[in-house]
């Protein structure tokens, strides 16, 4: 028998049901935060041995990290909260999980009917509170003898199927009265758990869903073909980071040989620094030269989503192309821009296999992308330009970092890239392969960062990178309890530039005093002391070799490491004027 019969009471057996059909559709990992109410939960949980439990004291960072542990591992993660405010607290990473497409799972405790809106202690309205950021939402009753285990593991089902299936979060609230605590007795449930048929004795969920996920009804040949003879180019995404990134990046390689295209590729994307791509596109499109040479493009194939340039996204809505196509796994509208014309649903291998496959008989004479020599070498000359100006100082500056920190780390470690400065820094200077990059660009806030960097490192099991700024970390500071019981080799490099340094890049920068007071917000602190309450190793080098050296004995440590870098308000901004007017004196 797989699924046992005896339970100490309603409240455990509903919640035994709930993560056994959970695990049988494939969660591995339950993220729990202490509660009263979610009791029934937690300790079901906590005799479940073959799942892996992480637990934590803040309910906001829990969530953050469980989204990063989905993300790695490519597995839907479930996160246990007892009732409200601490529901409430799971709305950042919930919206996060919408936008940028994560299978998060919350799992909420709440007060039974006759306790909501009357003014009891700690009851809220729960039912409806996330709105439609989760892709389904299931309210279970207070626990009932009278209603089936085949509604509860069939609404459990066709929820997951809508959300979890389709890489979409999924909010579940259960209801419970007292007693949430066993008393010892066990009492037989043997009619009620029969009553759902074999499943009790089965390692399948009660409902199995096969959704259709191969391009059925895939446009034709003849289109492709079509599509296929133009100045086209290829531009990559952000890809689901559970992908097989080799596998994917041969695939585009094949794909990108057959049309003769060039490949760009976003900061976010395997592709990013490969040697196949045009590298440095954004400070390319800053260039009257290079404009022109992407403008030779009258059609794009884009694989992935989420771009980072803004200068990439504002050619891309610039134009008015024959054809836009776009493949991605996520069943979202994904068209900031609004210019998709065909867009294929599904993964991204087998949608470039699909195409290699379509155009294998194609054989006619191509028609080349003008030009096509000339954007590499603009682009190599682009990337010389940026390094002799950058060579001429010798300061440790975040244009520094951006240029050269993909340089420094072994290829096979993983990157997490913080919002605001650090993703766009590194989107536009760097030019390396690095292993899988993560990030938080669906809603890119800058909250909850280093608790989804601690889920990826825990998730992918393998050395891990996280560059955040500093007001990232001050807004994330319960989260270093997180990243401190890391057991593999994590280094969080915070950039101190005393709070706000992105709006040093936008015109906010012209209403004088008020950008500082209100925008900028400097507030004078370090890391150190923060570093020693949560016992993380503390560094602080003052140059770039220090920098270098630092980091690379770091990476060798089973734990994690806080290498603070701190630079001139303002300097960063600055640094990137002279750089893209330097690339536009000289190309």
């Known amino acids: 028998m797989i699924f046992p019969i005896k339970h100490h009471n309603l409240n455990t057996l509903w919640a035994n049901v709930l993560l056994e059909e959970l695990w049988r559709l494939g969660v591995r990992d339950l993220c729990i935060a202490p509660g009263s109410r979610s009791a029934p939960l937690t300790l079901s949980a906590a005799v479940m041995e073959k799942y892996q439990k992480h637990v934590h004291f803040d309910e906001r960072g829990l969530a953050f990290f469980a989204l990063g542990l989905a993300k790695s591992s490519g597995r839907a993660v479930a996160v246990i909260t007892t009732s409200g405010s601490a529901v409430a607290n799971l709305y950042p990473a919930l919206v996060e999980a919408r936008q940028f497409g994560v299978p998060l799972i919350l799992i909420t405790a709440d007060r039974p009917t006759e306790l909501v809106q009357c003014g009891a202690n700690q009851a809220i309205q729960q039912q409806g509170i996330f709105a439609d950021y989760p892709a389904a939402s299931v309210y279970w009753p207070a626990p009932d003898k009278n209603i089936s285990a085949s509604w509860l593991l069939g609404s459990i089902d066709q929820a997951f199927a809508r959300s979890c299936h389709k890489r979409l979060p999924l909010h579940i609230n259960c209801m419970f009265r007292e007693p949430f605590y066993p008393n010892g007795m066990l009492e037989d449930f043997d009619d009620w758990v029969k009553k759902a048929g074999c499943w009790h004795e089965r ?78 596109a954004d400070l390319l499109l800053a260039t009257s030269e290079g404009e022109r040479l992407f403008s030779c493009a009258d059609r794009i194939l884009q694989v992935g989503s989420h771009l980072v340039s803004k200068r990439v996204n504002a050619f891309l809505a610039s134009k008015c192309w024959q054809n836009y196509w776009l493949i991605s796994d996520e069943n979202r509208w994904l068209d900031p821009v609004q210019v998709t014309s065909v867009r294929f649903v599904g993964p991204v291998f087998k949608g470039c296999q699909l195409l290699i496959e379509t155009l294998s008989e194609y054989r006619s004479a191509k028609i080349i992308f003008p030009d096509k020599d000339r954007l590499r070498s ?94 990232s970390f001050l807004h994330d500071l319960n ?63 003052v140059s770039r070799s220090e920098f270098s050296e630092q980091c690379a004995q770091a990476l060798d440590f089973n734990s994690c490491t806080l290498i603070e870098v701190k630079t001139q308000p303002g300097q960063a901004a600055e640094q990137i004027k002279q750089v893209t007017h330097l690339l536009k004196e000289l190309l």
């Not at 079509?226 to 094949?254: C, H, P, T, Y």
């Not at 706000?500 to 005093?513: M, R």
């Open 378 to 471: 603009l682009s190599e000359s682009v990337e010389g330009v940026v390094a002799e100006y950058i060579d001429k100082r010798d300061e440790l500056t975040e244009v520094w970092l951006g240029h050269k920190l993909t340089q420094i780390l072994p290829s096979s470690t993983n990157l997490f890239v913080g919002n605001s400065l650090p993703v766009r820094l590194l989107d536009m200077f760097s030019g390396q392969q690095v292993g899988k990059v993560f990030s938080n660009r669906g809603a890119s806030g800058i909250d909850g960062l280093m608790a989804t960097a601690a889920g990826c490192a825990v998730g992918s099991d393998e050395p891990l990178l996280a560059i955040i700024g500093d007001l």
């Open 203 to 280: 390692d399948k969920p009660y409902t199995e869903y096969f959704l259709d996920n191969n391009f059925s009804g895939s446009i034709s040949g003849h289109e492709t073909t079509d599509f296929a003879q133009g100045k086209g180019l290829l531009v990559v995404g952000r890809l689901n980071e559970d992908a097989d990134n080799d596998s994917v990046i041969n695939k585009l390689v094949e794909l990108a040989d057959l049309l003769d295209w060039p490949i760009v590729a976003d900061v976010q994307s395997p592709m990013h620094g490969h040697h196949r791509t045009v590298k440095y």
């Open 479 to 541: 989260s270093m309890q997180l990243l401190a019981k890391v057991k593999t080799p994590v280094v969080l490099v915070m950039i101190n530039n005393d709070g706000g340094g992105i709006f040093s890049l936008l015109p906010v920068e012209k209403v004088g005093d008020a950008a500082v007071e209100y925008f900028q917000t400097p507030h004078g602190l370090d890391a150190r002391q923060a570093a020693a309450m949560f016992d993380i190793k503390y560094l602080n080098p």
